[in-house]
């Protein structure tokens, strides 16, 4: 019996926010690779789709399956896989030996193990339930079964089945944003280890030359070739771990390619200017510019534009930071664009865990000491903004410092902070983003870079909007600007 595999949007993935707005989570870079890529490469069967609230349905971005509600799943004549798409699933390769860890078996190996079992059971018409480090994480499910209608392993659906058996693959799953960035270093020298150099590093310096290599076993979940970067004229390697390229790239003298502290990567089409000092480990998206600057344990997506200090990060596709400022421990959504001198905290004065806002009255213990800011899709900021630790800012908002510090939660589609006076309340506030302005403004800036703000994706942006600013979520005393 064929199964095919769907993502669950479960109901943690949906209080991922800001991303949750405007994306499926597994369309978040964790690593080199963005999750769903991930699941689809360690299991070794392509993403049927995404299981999502309505909101999102539409969302495109190149590569993506569709976004579909419950009801549109075929219920009696299609064997499921259901997964969360906050899985991690670890390859069937790690640390120096890029072999299997004996006595392990993959992930791919414990689902087929699962499958079996569900064939075995199959007259039962019972699920076979799928954890993932211990957890909850989804389901194999025959024919006529309904999917579950909020998470893989809550509500009444998980109590009301019977489930046929368990089967357990290796990984983990991802509780919040800031556990991906926290954990994104470690992960990215887990990715990079599957990219086995054929030649040892010779020594240091300008003369250094990279051999010829090849992709690693592993290496699945994206099919693209690997080679040790070849040497360039005034440019300095340093270190050991392996500095690979996935097709031609552009290095300018007087930069520091820095693999003492773990391997860098570098995609097709990546331009490195001079004066850019970039501390592995780091994966670095097609097309990406970096103009200059110290740049560390950081994951970027394709077409981006980056400058200045940026530590500890992870920066989906398409988004800028194109002058001086500092971002650190920070996720950053995709067609973001940081005004000149932009720079965000990471650590409190008080070196106490930090607390992140989730609404206008709530926050989250996040346990960690350094956690950044969270910048949804199409966010904007003016020159000068300084963003506080733990800064959450929803999807369209278009920010500026105005001489002070805005509020740690900033609702979607804002526009702000106003001078005192100016706004509702006597401290000033946000008004609200006009619906076409920013549709505008976002098709425009696709448009500079050759891409379309398709009719999915203005939907889905759409609805968030109407989240937020519709009759039911205005905000206190705003008006449109």
Request: proline fraction near 9%.
């Amino acid at each position: 019996m064929t199964h095919r595999l769907w993502l669950l949007e479960d109901e943690t993935a949906r209080r991922w926010v800001p991303f949750s707005e405007t994306r499926p989570v597994g369309e978040l870079l964790f690593g080199a690779s963005r999750l769903r890529e991930r699941i689809a490469g360690t299991l070794g069967m392509p993403v049927a789709g995404y299981l999502a609230p309505e909101a999102l349905e539409g969302f495109a971005e190149e590569g993506t399956p569709p976004v579909v509600s419950l009801d549109q799943v075929d219920r009696e004549g299609e064997a499921r896989i259901v997964l969360s798409s906050r899985t991690v699933l670890e390859f069937p390769t790690h640390g120096e030996a890029h072999g299997p860890v004996a006595g392990v078996p993959s992930a791919r190996e414990a689902l087929e193990a699962g499958l079996a079992q569900a064939a075995r059971e199959a007259s039962r018409d019972a699920p076979v339930r799928i954890r993932v480090g211990g957890e909850g994480a989804g389901w194999i499910l025959p024919p006529g079964i309904p999917l579950p209608p909020e998470g893989p392993d809550a509500g009444e659906w998980a109590q009301a089945v019977e489930p046929a058996g368990e089967v357990e693959l290796p990984g983990h799953l991802l509780a919040a944003p800031w556990a991906l960035v926290a954990d994104n270093a470690g992960q990215l020298r887990r990715d990079l280890a599957l990219i086995p150099p054929l030649a040892a590093l010779e020594g240091t310096g300008t003369d250094t030359g990279r051999r010829t290599g090849s992709a690693g076993a592993g290496d699945s979940a994206r099919d693209a070739v690997r080679t040790l970067l070849p040497a360039h004229p005034g440019v300095e390697f340093l270190g050991d771990h392996p500095i690979t390229s996935g097709g031609p790239v552009e290095v300018d003298p007087q930069v520091i390619l820095d693999a003492r502290e773990g391997p860098i990567h570098l995609e097709a089409g990546v331009k490195i200017r001079a004066f850019t000092h970039l501390r592995g480990p780091a994966f670095i998206g097609a097309g990406t510019t970096l103009l200059g600057g110290l740049m560390e344990s950081l994951s970027v997506g394709p077409g981006c534009k980056l400058r200045g200090e940026i530590s500890e990060s992870v920066i989906l596709g398409w988004s800028n930071k194109a002058h001086d400022g500092y971002l650190g421990h920070a996720l950053v959504g995709s067609w973001v664009n940081l005004g000149a001198g932009t720079t965000n905290s990471d650590l409190k004065n008080n070196y106490s865990p930090v607390r992140v806002p989730v609404g206008v009255e709530r926050e989250v213990d996040t346990g960690l000491l350094k956690v950044g800011i969270f910048l949804g899709d199409h966010v904007k900021t003016g020159i000068g903004t300084l963003l506080s630790t733990g800064t959450q800012a929803g999807a369209g908002s278009n920010v500026f410092g105005g001489g002070g510090v805005p509020p740690r939660w900033i609702p979607p589609f804002s526009w702000g902070p106003t001078p005192p006076g100016s706004g509702p309340g006597p401290e000033g506030g946000f008004q609200r983003y006009d619906l076409p302005r920013f549709l505008e403004t976002a098709a425009r800036v696709m448009a500079r870079r050759g891409q379309a703000l398709s009719p999915g994706m203005t939907r889905v942006l759409t609805r968030a909007w109407e989240r937020t600013h519709g009759p039911a979520g205005r905000l206190p005393g705003e008006r449109d600007v």
